[in-house]
């Protein structure tokens, strides 16, 4: 019920493996050597096969495109459990930005059966699918094993164990059954490049210590909840959009839209209605829109003049006074850290009202 197969990826994907075995058991073998050059210069017909191209370049150094999109998040850096009870999420749509996939996660978690990823990073994509396969097969030690890198198992450390071998076997058919293009982009990068390189190349470095992730993620908090999401997440179908937040295509509505801290990169105020105008369209009646998640701030912080203008919130107020917009504040990512429940991050909330 999962598969999305593409015939030619298969094809190429499965020489790459037959190469493979060959070499293993003959490694002058001819034929292998034949068929590992052909591999490498055509590469797999895949539909992702740019992003895996330029995964490749960016592994191998002759990348020059970082000013494009940052490298995925491994996990949130926002405090998604502390906004969570905004939002209706039981058995309703949404459309979430987020690279880490945290924020579809612990939407599905909550019940949320439509759910389509936005963000610019074309990586993002194959890294949810990664997560969903681990969920699905793992249980969450083993899942977080497989997926933490810095700060794991403890403070300046290196988790060994990232991207293991062993573990990736457990997962590889329940991802060649979810989606085939990824399962090749994966099984490929990790067969030609070292796993901590992958990890170090592709993703950010801005990887919280383990107190921190759990807390910010319900599906982590504890067994049983992890267990759910993987029982929730076995009919999920998720759609994506590769794309930044300004010239997104959308096509439909949702009941949740969730736009992280987009806002906070330098957007000017008419920029901010503007961004809160395109999204308002696509949302459902009484859907609920997170336009920004505002780190260290609540509705009494002072606003400095050399912070972004989205942290101006007597000013965001006052000119999106008519937009039935809420100040939601709940203990703050530092807070967490620091264990000082008074520290507080926030989000501001657009509610569509329903019309007559």
């Known amino acids: 019920m999962w598969s999305r197969f ?9 020489k790459l493996q037959r190469t493979v075995q060959l070499c293993q058991a003959a490694p002058f073998c001819f034929m292998a050597l034949t068929e590992m050059v ?24 002759g990348c020059s495109d970082w000013q494009q999109f940052y490298n995925i998040y491994p996990f949130t850096t926002e405090n998604i ?49 990664l997560k969903m396969a681990a969920i699905m097969e793992l249980q969450m030690e083993e899942f977080l094993l497989f997926l933490r890198f810095e700060n794991y198992p403890e403070l300046f450390r290196e988790n060994v164990m990232v991207f293991n071998e062993y573990i990736f076997n457990k997962i590889r058919d329940m991802l060649r059954e979810i989606n085939y293009e990824t399962y ?31 807390a910010c993620n319900l599906y982590l908090q504890n067994d049983s909840l992890f267990n759910k999401l993987k029982k929730n997440i076995e009919n999920i179908h998720p759609e994506f959009i590769n794309s930044d937040i300004i010239n997104a295509k959308i096509d439909r509505k949702y009941d949740n839209i969730w736009l992280s801290n987009i806002a906070t990169y330098g957007f000017s105020y008419e920029s ?42 007597p000013m965001i107020m006052k000119m999106l006074g008519n937009e039935n917009i809420a100040i939601k504040s709940f203990i703050g990512t530092y807070g967490i850290v620091h264990d000082i429940d008074k520290i507080k991050d926030s989000v501001l909330v657009h509610k569509k009202i329903k019309t007559k």
Do not use: C
């Open 184 to 214: 090749a982009f994966w099984s490929n990068l990790f067969l030609l490049y070292d796993r901590k390189k992958i990890r170090k190349r592709l993703f950010s470095i801005d990887e919280r210590q383990d107190k921190f992730i759990r």
């Open 81 to 129: 459990s502390g906004y969570l009870d905004y939002f209706d999420l039981d058995g309703k749509s949404i459309l979430t930005v987020g690279s880490s996939g945290d924020q579809m996660l612990n939407a599905i978690l909550l019940g949320a059966n439509e759910v389509t990823l936005l963000d610019i990073n074309p990586f993002a994509k194959h890294y949810f699918y």
């Open 272 to 313: 901010i209605f503007a961004l809160l105008r395109k999204y308002q369209k696509h949302l459902n009646d009484n859907g609920q829109l997170l336009l920004s998640y505002l780190y260290d701030t609540t509705i009494d912080s002072k606003y400095d003049d050399s912070w972004d203008k989205i942290y101006n919130l």
């Open 6 to 14: 593409s015939s030619g990826a298969e094809q190429k994907h499965g």
């Open 38 to 61: 052909e591999v490498l210069f055509w590469g797999y017909e895949m539909q992702d096969e740019e992003v895996f191209e330029l995964a490749s370049k960016r592994l191998s150094g």
